[in-house]
């Protein structure tokens, strides 16, 4: 398994640009996170690993959110540098967690997740959403990314099973389901260049990065543009106690 530390080091810059010059093709991802969130009684959130704060634009304009990364690489301006067996905040401080694809490079996955319960009020939730093990999604990642990306990627993907060995945790999950959903971009230009810099393809051609693309995930032409197939298992927590 890499460590989120270590890569966002050096790939925190290309991941950022991404982001910024492509700011809606992962709209769906961020919106299928919060959807099932009702803000109207929230005031404060933590998104954690935060990377650049990209979270913030996807929420009511009332709610304060806290940012927190794993890495130096992110850890600029007004997100914090934490690391993820011990969260800096009081016991109780945030409504609501969220965590969005970042869990699947650290060591001490179920440590992460009481810490981040921890700092969940009571009535409050964390939820979080990463790759499923066995999806396609899973193969792009380990097999295509680790292929032409020269740190390589090996995440530890989950599964709706993930938690069934820590009771502790366990007992908190209200709801686990694997959603689809698309990256979308206005041309396959923009489709490439995305996933070049958002997920460090150095060493694979043009040509080779949309043949990935095409045969690992799969791609279709709509009239909102060129969709890439997605899909993340959310898990929601509810910390009634």
Not at 166 to 192: A, G, H, K, V
């Amino acid at each position: 398994m890499n460590d989120y530390r270590l890569i966002f080091q050096k790939r925190a810059a290309d991941y950022h640009y991404a982001m910024q010059h492509y700011p809606n093709a992962r709209f769906y991802e961020f919106n299928n996170l919060i959807s099932e969130t009702n803000f109207s009684t929230i005031s404060n959130v933590l998104d954690v690993p935060s990377g650049g704060g990209y979270l913030k634009k996807h929420l009511p304009s009332h709610v304060n959110v806290t940012f927190g990364d794993f890495s130096e690489g992110f850890a600029k301006n007004d997100i914090q540098l934490i690391t993820p067996e011990k969260l800096p905040f009081e016991s109780a401080s945030f409504e609501i967690v969220f965590s969005l694809s970042g869990m699947h490079h650290l060591a001490d996955l179920p440590q992460f997740v009481r810490e981040c319960l921890r700092v969940t009020k009571t009535g409050g939730s964390f939820v979080f959403a990463d790759v499923k093990k066995g999806t396609n999604v899973d193969a792009f990642l380990n097999e295509f990314v680790n292929t032409y990306n020269s740190l390589g990627h090996k995440g530890d993907f989950l599964s709706e099973s993930s938690f069934d060995s820590f009771s502790d945790i366990q007992s908190y999950i209200n709801n686990c389901q694997y959603n689809e959903y698309p990256f979308l971009f206005d041309n396959f230009t923009d489709m490439i260049t995305f996933f070049r810099l958002f997920f460090g393809l150095d060493k694979a051609s043009d040509s080779i990065i949309q043949e990935g693309i095409h045969d690992i995930l799969g791609i279709k032409t709509t009239s909102k543009g060129i969709e890439v197939n997605w899909g993340l298992l959310l898990f929601h927590l509810k910390k009634d106690f």
